[in-house]
């Protein structure tokens, strides 16, 4: 029943900007972590960004200074915001989430987004 979507890729020039967004739905106690992972074609999915329920974040080196993730726990919604876009961005960026269930009896497990598309040509 649990479901993350997301919104706010595309296209856009080197240096541009972008916001992601992804919002969590369902039957939902509580969200411990969520993050943000990327998916360039030809590599490996990597962790871009987390942020836990309290606020502390970490980023890859290669977005530091340039993305910023926050979240909205009343709204259950991760932002992504991606500044000073570079072409080697260009992924499928996936959302993540780390959450509990139901009436919080269950343990905490890892869902996903379907993926969005960032495109930065050069």
């Known amino acids: 029943q649990v479901q993350l979507v997301e919104s706010g890729g595309g296209l856009v020039q080197a240096g541009g900007s972008l916001r992601l967004s992804c919002g969590a739905s369902?039957?939902?106690?509580?969200?411990?972590?969520m993050r943000w992972y990327r998916q360039a074609p030809g590599k490996q999915r990597e962790l871009v960004a987390g942020i836990t329920s309290g606020g502390s974040t970490n980023y890859v080196d290669s977005v530091k200074g340039r993305f910023t993730i926050s979240r909205d726990n009343a709204k259950k919604t991760v932002y992504l915001q991606m500044n000073s876009l570079k072409p080697e961005d260009t992924a499928v960026y996936y959302c993540n989430a780390l959450l509990q269930e139901g009436w919080g009896t269950f343990p905490f497990r890892n869902y996903w987004g379907q993926g969005t598309q960032v495109t930065v040509s050069s």
């Open positions: 369902g039957s939902i106690f509580s969200i411990n972590v």
